[in-house]
């Protein structure tokens, strides 16, 4: 193999790996996100919310312990802006966007 090809292989390699290695908890976490929570937060280490208000989801360890949601997620999130649904998640769901929440971290 050519060192450029090399390269480039090496390169597709780290792209690819940490989607391959995701657990299906982070993977059941992140659809969870994307269709629920994407239309205002932004759900990736890069991308800007999309509605200002909403923190990035990559932020949220900043302000809380990731482990410290599940209670609010389980008696279910209000907020004190109109826009923000009232969530109430299943142990099981809570779990799983825990898990996906710990990878943006």
């Keep these: 193999m050519t060192r ?3 390269h480039h292989f090496v390169i597709a390699s780290l792209l ?3 989607a ?6 982070e993977q059941r976490g992140k659809t969870f ?3 629920n929570c994407a239309r205002c937060h932004s759900i990736d280490r890069v991308t800007r919310s999309p509605l200002r208000i ?3 989801f990559r ?3 900043e302000r809380y312990r990731i482990e410290t949601l599940a209670e609010a997620l389980a008696e ?15 142990p099981d769901q809570i779990n799983d966007l825990l898990a996906f929440l710990k990878t943006l971290e």
């Design 16 to 18: 690819v790996t940490p």
């Design 59 to 61: 932020t949220l360890h």
């Design 33 to 35: 996100a994307r269709v």
């Design 20 to 25: 391959l290695a995701a657990s299906p908890a």
């Design 4 to 6: 450029h090809l090399l």
């Design 76 to 90: 279910g999130i209000v907020t004190g802006h109109p826009t923000m649904p009232e969530f109430q998640l299943e």
């Design 54 to 56: 909403a923190p990035p």
